[in-house]
């Protein structure tokens, strides 16, 4: 499977934009850039995912390079509850409804008051 | 949105005994569910994953006979730790996808806490 390298952790203050990097230089062709978080004691959360184009949803918009190589989780304005792990996920296309997540550490995203 | 639920939370036992865990799709039905292993400090690691009506197909590494994985609807998937060890101990997350796996993400229950004293 292709990997994802992320920064282990990154701080922000609340209200202001929040930018959290992932590389896939080694993304293929057909696969899909996933987002999910984690909340302390929680199950993972989805956030986005996209193919090609950049995403926007009411959690997150996720920006992605012209050639696939990394992409940018960003969350407009942070709140303390954004404070959580961010995984970065290549879903492979291949496997049909079998297709398998595979986590890699995350970033530990810190939102100060 | 989507909903999975997991039951139990936490929960204690004592070595050698087997714990059941729940994890149901409450309003959608899913075809295919994943159990996660999360130890403290660590990203999730993958177990089974498993198919209504079959066998689980298991992660290199995880024994089958120790961990039961039942798919016996499309809304509810088992997972059966047999004879539990205190190396056992961990934070079990399941999650379900519905049958259009090209727009659906992953839908994660809220793990169980399972402490092996």
């Known amino acids: 499977d292709a990997k994802t390298t992320q920064p282990n952790s990154m701080e922000s203050n609340e209200e202001e934009p929040v930018h959290l990097p992932c590389n896939h230089s080694?993304?293929?062709?057909?696969?899909?850039i996933h987002w999910y978080r984690q909340l302390p004691s929680q199950g993972p959360e989805y956030v986005i995912h996209?193919?090609?184009s950049n995403v926007n949803n009411r959690m997150a918009s996720l920006a992605i390079a012209e050639d696939r190589k990394s992409s940018t989780l960003i969350l407009h304005r942070a709140t303390l509850r954004d404070a959580a792990v961010y995984y970065c996920?290549?879903?492979?296309?291949?496997?049909?409804?079998?297709?398998?997540?595979?986590f890699g550490k995350g970033t530990l995203l810190t939102v100060n008051p | 949105g989507a909903v999975v639920s997991q039951h139990p939370s936490w929960v204690i036992c004592k070595s050698g005994t087997s714990v059941k865990i729940e994890c149901r799709s409450l309003?959608?039905?899913?075809?295919?569910m994943f159990w996660y292993r999360q130890f403290p400090k660590q990203s999730l690691m993958l177990m089974a994953t498993?198919?209504?009506?079959?066998?689980?197909?298991?992660e290199q590494g995880v024994e089958k006979d120790k961990f039961l994985i039942n798919h016996a609807s499309l809304t509810l998937s088992t997972l059966t730790v047999t004879s539990a060890h205190p190396e056992d101990s961990s934070f079990y997350i399941c999650?379900?996808?519905?049958?259009?796996?090209?727009?659906?993400?992953?839908?994660f229950g809220n793990g169980t806490r399972l402490t092996v004293t």
């Open positions: 996209g193919l090609t």
């Open positions: 080694t993304i293929s062709g057909t696969d899909y």
């Open positions: 996920i290549l879903r492979p296309n291949s496997g049909g409804s079998n297709y398998k997540l595979t």
């Open positions: 309003d959608f039905q899913a075809t295919t």
């Open positions: 999650s379900a996808r519905g049958s259009n796996a090209r727009r659906s993400p992953l839908h």
């Open positions: 498993s198919n209504e009506g079959s066998k689980a197909t298991y």
